[in-house]
């Protein structure tokens, strides 16, 4: 145990010693948040998160990655009965590690739909709450994929099949807090004075994570009940960001302890389902579970409880059109296998981005994000190019829009025939009247976008 203490401190030491190119950060709020975003987060717009652990087993609840706090912790009616009708007296959280099978899991074949569901990037669940790893880790004992269930080491397998596709980033999610590990209560009846658990656990692990499989991208969480200090959030990030074989390319989210969250690190992610109203200043991400209700999978849900392909077209879009990144949440079964309920809504969203994506990766917000003249519209751009993301098909043939100034030089199309020049009039003193295709172009979902060149 002590080793590990020290292994923490030396680490960190090193980072005050060592010297490299450009910028180096401290540990402190001002310098980190000072660190430029990776580019290659901005340009990918759409990630896939994949929430997977011993929850996926019981399969059941309000939520079910929270299954076990809400049967032991909370004592939430709905688990404490769902135990007692289905499991026998003495049964244990535990227990269902060894029913986390993993029999059918392939990833080749979850990196195959992650690439044709149009998404840059994966987020995967290293360790959520429950504490369980993903990944053979040293500092959980047997609460951990490779001594315990499925003997795999989830975390490796994914990370090497996601990377065999071209342009697929690799990430985690990493809980800081575990509800029920004894070091982290112990830490917690002290008032948080103690730091045991972020020394002998959460850090030991978040850096076995970084140097083993080198993600280029940190979804923290679990960070609320204790101060980043706590956490000792800054020297983690100092040394990420200075130091680690990631530093160049790494991105990081802002859940990094109370009071974080859409204020320090990286890109914000705020609240779940963060959905704000107007442009925000800095470079944000919406998670959204296709199962609205869960992350984790539910065996109970219901097909009205998902989000259907459309709706899943409509939130995206409004996202990256306020400058966020959309990472759609599955939660696949504790077999291995995704739904294929999931993995078609999950087609269906990359057939959309194979027509219109030119509208989404690597676009930036336009001066205007959107407007309501005749049917909802939201604007994208890159340089002088404006798209304009049409969310319903208008009824009428001449469709305004109010926002763009043309030229002489503007030159409009749809980019489910970018062959055809679509005729248009300008109207006074700014916008333009477009003629549609008399027949609307049949649209791998919903949404049309009007590619509009030299305008501003
Ligand atoms: C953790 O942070 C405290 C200050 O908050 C600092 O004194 C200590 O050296 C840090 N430990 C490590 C290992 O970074
Ligand atoms: C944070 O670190 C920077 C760079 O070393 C330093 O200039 C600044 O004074 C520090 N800020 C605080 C609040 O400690
Ligand atoms: C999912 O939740 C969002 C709000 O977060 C809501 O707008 C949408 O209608 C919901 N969809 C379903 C299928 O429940
Ligand atoms: C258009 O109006 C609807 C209904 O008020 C609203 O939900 C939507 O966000 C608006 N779209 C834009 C692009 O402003
Ligand atoms: C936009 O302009 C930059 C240079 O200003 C150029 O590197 C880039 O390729 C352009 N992008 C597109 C999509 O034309």
Redesign the pocket.
Known sequence: MTSLILRSLLLFAVVAISSGNGVRYTANWTSIDSRPLPVWYDEAKIGIFVHWGVFSVPGYGQFSEWFWQSWKGAHRADEVEFMKKNYPVGFTYADFAHEFKAQFFDPDEWAEIFEASGAKYVVFTSKHHEGFCNWPSADSWNWNSMDTGPHRDLVGDLAAAVRKRKGLHFGLYHSLYEWFHPLYLKDRASGYKTQEFVFRKALPELVNLVMTYKPELIWSDGDWEAPDTYWNSTEFLAWLYNDSPIKDFVVVNDRWGNGCYCKHGGYYNCAD?F?PGSLPNHKWEKC?SID?RSWGYRRNMKL?????LP?IITDMVYVVALGGNYLLNIGPMEDGMISPLFEERLRGMGAWLGVNGEAIYSSKPWRIQGENTTVPVWYTSKNNTVYAILLEWPSNLLFDLAAPKTSEATHVTILDDPSVPLKWVSTAPTGLVVLMPDIMPVSPGQGWVLKLEGVV
């Open positions: 389902r959905t959204q609205n009205i409880e998902l989000m259907d709706t």
